[in-house]
């Protein structure tokens, strides 16, 4: 499935692979489980490396390998269930991880500006998307009145001004 | 309309610019929401939410819009235009609810934008008046003017409803989530019944900070809240929030909804929770998230007290029916020759909390004479003029009269909260509304009521418990019990400091009988009282016993 980052859509060049799966060349994306188990076969690799958070994981379960990977995909098993918001968060905020954070699953344009506002830096969506419906979602409303990890520009009060795209 | 024909004393917060254009950016959001929604781009799956969190309900009969009065604070401009909302697109009614908010329940859809713009012109909304994200904070509806207040938390509920307002990490739930906070040490808004429930107050230098209760709600499991912090420093306010949503977004409980709310979490977890929001406090960026005390100022300054003048309290005129309603209705204020005035939305037989676009439009109109141009609304469904001279108590109870708005059973037995039941709701299993109806009207003689005291009573159409029933003196529940109506009663409940769960006592009456079993424990607790006691102090003192005898024994 494609991908979705600064608005732009853009191939997928990682791979997920199941546990049981042999190891591709390129960029890999595995489950926790397999990350716990064959953390040094994987880090002896030389390609990049990604980790799929299931929605129950609590981002201290990752943190131990965050230096070794390029890549944590969270996932929304449905448009509703927003616990990634609160994975992706952490990641940035308490384990300070710099690479891509991706939201998989049931993602809704309209949750674009806030996945982006917690730290999110590309979203997997379905081969017919128009991102054009994403960026206009995420254009629509700038003005935020809380503290994130974006970059946003202080207003008065707690306001800020969202400069997300 | 705008800021410039507001009623210049009305300590409501004032939008700004910036605060007008995220309106009108949410409300071109929602339109492009509809958009898609009409050309198939959304499911109705995908769009439902969306849709509730602009405050859109789909009930029996129609759309129901439930449009947000933050904190129950409303100036006479909003007040108005909402009569002419209630005229122009319901059925020239509006209904206020125990959450302090105001709903249209004849909505039809394609009027919803008109209404959002026509709200907007007066700086209001529906945001988040539904969904499963941060709900309207409630406070207590004498904020300002109470003589026992400590803190006034109309500036710490506009603060978290800010923070809260499309919060990037918290509008997706696993339930929805309401806040409650007092500033006064006497709870008048059921903090402990609360998703979170926060009393301000002060230290002994003078400092502001906040005890904090979480996991308390009513609906099929009623809980009492656990208290997680007695002191938690105003700088670190909202951070302490935060931990706590992280922790319930992180935890609380997906896949089935009746278990989602906060309160099953906190109730499973006991301490721990506790210390998981204590390890997510200590851990985040706390500078992050510090609430400045410049920040905390400009916005306090916007319920700055209004100009009152220097006045002396003084004696009320003798005229009796006058004096009984002022016996009901008026309330000690912190000022000298001021009062704080309730104004009962439950006539004898009416339909609890509704009022209609003249009675808006004349509570306006008294509100800008008499008290500044501010309005409360009451989480029981009633109304107040918070700012009230003394002097003009006189004539504003004739305008009242005239608006019949001047029902004087404020805290008496037809003080009745009532959710919509099925007269409105999809979920209900009983009718609610008739059934207050009808108790107000077995009790409509006054003298009787006063004579019978301060007497709580609630009704729920379903377990869902939206007319609180649990915490009332008497707590009446609608059951569908093989296709026929059932009405179950508990008894000692109670939302403020001694918060309590009412017991059930015994098995339930049908729609006919009802009305005669709340006869019943009336007489049984007058006959039982001593001097001075209220019907929840008789019970607490006897228990059930009693009652039930009175109820069940064969005749
Ligand atoms: C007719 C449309 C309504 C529907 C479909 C509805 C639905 C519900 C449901 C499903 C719950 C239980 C939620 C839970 O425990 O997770 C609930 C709770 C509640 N509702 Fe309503 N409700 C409606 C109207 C109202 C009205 C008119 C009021 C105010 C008078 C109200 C106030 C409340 C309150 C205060 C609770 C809270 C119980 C708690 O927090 O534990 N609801 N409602
Ligand atoms: S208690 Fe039940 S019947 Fe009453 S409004 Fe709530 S959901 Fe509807």
Redesign the interface.
């Known amino acids: 499935m494609p991908l979705l980052e600064d608005g732009r859509l853009r191939p997928d060049d990682w791979t997920s692979i199941e546990d049981e799966a042999p190891l591709p060349e390129g960029p890999a994306i595995v489950s926790l489980a397999r990350l716990r188990a064959e953390a040094d076969a994987l880090a002896g690799r030389n390609a990049p490396l990604g980790v799929a958070l299931s929605p129950e994981t ?1 981002p201290e379960e990752v943190a131990p390998f965050l230096d070794r990977l390029a890549l944590v995909a969270v996932c929304l098993p449905k ?5 990634a ?3 992706i ?2 990641l940035r ?2 384990h300070g991880f710099t690479g891509e954070i991706r939201a998989t699953g049931h993602v ?1 344009p ?2 674009y ?3 982006l ?2 730290g999110v830096t590309t979203v997997e969506v379905p081969e017919s998307t128009d991102p054009a ?1 994403w960026t ?2 995420r254009d ?9 990890q974006s970059a946003d520009r202080p ?5 800020r001004k969202l400069e997300l795209a | 309309m705008n800021a410039l024909t507001y009623p210049p004393h009305a300590r409501t917060y004032r939008y700004d610019e910036i605060d007008r254009e995220f309106l009108q950016e949410r409300i071109a959001e929602f339109r492009g929401q509809v958009e898609r929604r009409l050309k198939g781009e959304l499911t109705e799956d995908e769009f439902k939410p969306l849709r509730l969190m602009n405050g859109l309900y789909l009930q029996l009969h129609a759309y129901m819009l439930r449009i947000a009065i933050p904190y129950g604070l409303l100036n006479s401009a909003q007040l108005r235009q909402l009569g002419r909302i209630a005229r122009r697109w319901d059925r020239g009614f509006g209904h206020f609810t125990t959450r302090q908010n105001i709903q249209f329940n004849w909505t039809r859809l394609e009027d919803v934008p008109a209404m959002l713009e026509a709200l907007a012109e007066v700086d209001m909304h529906a945001i988040q008046t539904s969904g499963n994200c941060i709900r309207n904070t409630t406070t207590d509806e004498y904020a300002g003017a109470s003589p026992d207040e400590v803190v006034d938390p109309r500036v710490y509920a506009e603060i978290l409803r800010q923070w809260s307002t499309l919060h990037p990490e918290f509008t997706w739930l696993p339930r929805k989530f309401k806040i409650a906070i007092t500033g006064s040490p006497h709870d008048r808004v059921a903090a402990q019944v609360h998703d979170v429930g926060v009393l301000a107050k002060r230290n002994a230098r003078g400092e502001v900070g906040f005890e904090v209760y979480a996991g308390g709600g009513l609906g099929r499991t009623p809980i009492i809240a656990r208290k997680l912090r007695d002191w938690v420093p105003e700088a670190e306010f909202l951070a302490y929030m935060e931990a706590v949503l992280r922790v319930y977004n992180a935890l609380g409980q997906r896949d089935n909804i009746y278990k989602a709310r906060i309160k099953i979490l906190v109730r499973d977890l006991g301490a721990e929770f506790t210390q998981m929001v204590e390890r997510e406090y200590e851990r985040m960026p706390r500078d992050k998230y510090r609430l400045d005390p410049e920040i905390v100022a400009a916005i306090g300054a916007h319920f700055a007290p209004p100009p009152f003048a220097a006045l002396q309290d003084q004696p009320l005129p003798e005229d009796r029916e006058f004096r009984a309603w002022a016996a009901a209705s008026i309330r000690a204020h912190k000022q000298p020759g001021y009062a704080s005035v309730t104004i009962s939305l439950k006539p004898i037989g009416g339909i609890p909390g509704d009022a209609s676009a003249d009675q808006m439009e004349a509570v306006a109109d008294l509100a800008e004479r008499h008290s500044f141009g501010e309005i409360r609304v009451t989480h029981v469904q009633n109304l107040v003029l918070p700012h009230v001279r003394q002097e003009d108590l006189f004539t504003l109870w004739q305008g009242l009269r005239a608006a019949g708005l001047a029902t004087p059973n404020i805290g008496l037995i037809s003080d009745i909260i009532a959710c919509p039941g099925m007269d409105y709701c999809a979920l209900a299993t009983a009718r609610s509304i008739p059934i207050a109806q009808q108790i107000s009207e077995r009790f409509a003689d006054l003298d009787r009521q006063h004579a019978i005291g301060e007497c709580f009573i609630n009704i729920s159409g379903c377990i869902n418990a939206c007319g609180h029933h649990h915490v009332a003196h008497i707590g009446i529940l609608g059951v569908d019990k093989r296709g026929e109506e059932v009405y179950q009663i508990t008894l000692g409940g109670s939302a403020t400091n001694d918060a309590s769960i009412g017991e059930l006592i015994g098995p339930a009456f049908s729609y006919d009988t009802i009305v005669d079993a709340v006869e019943t424990l009336i007489a049984t607790y007058v006959a039982h009282r001593t001097a001075g006691e209220r019907f929840i102090d008789t019970y607490r003192r006897l228990g059930a016993a009693p009652f039930k005898e009175a109820l069940y024994a064969p005749a």
């Open positions: 609590q448009s509703k269930d927003g616990r918001f609160t994975q968060r952490a905020e308490h809704l309209d949750q500006a806030m996945l506002r917690c419906t206009r979602s629509t409303i700038r003005i935020a009145y809380q503290a994130a207003l008065s009060l707690l306001r």
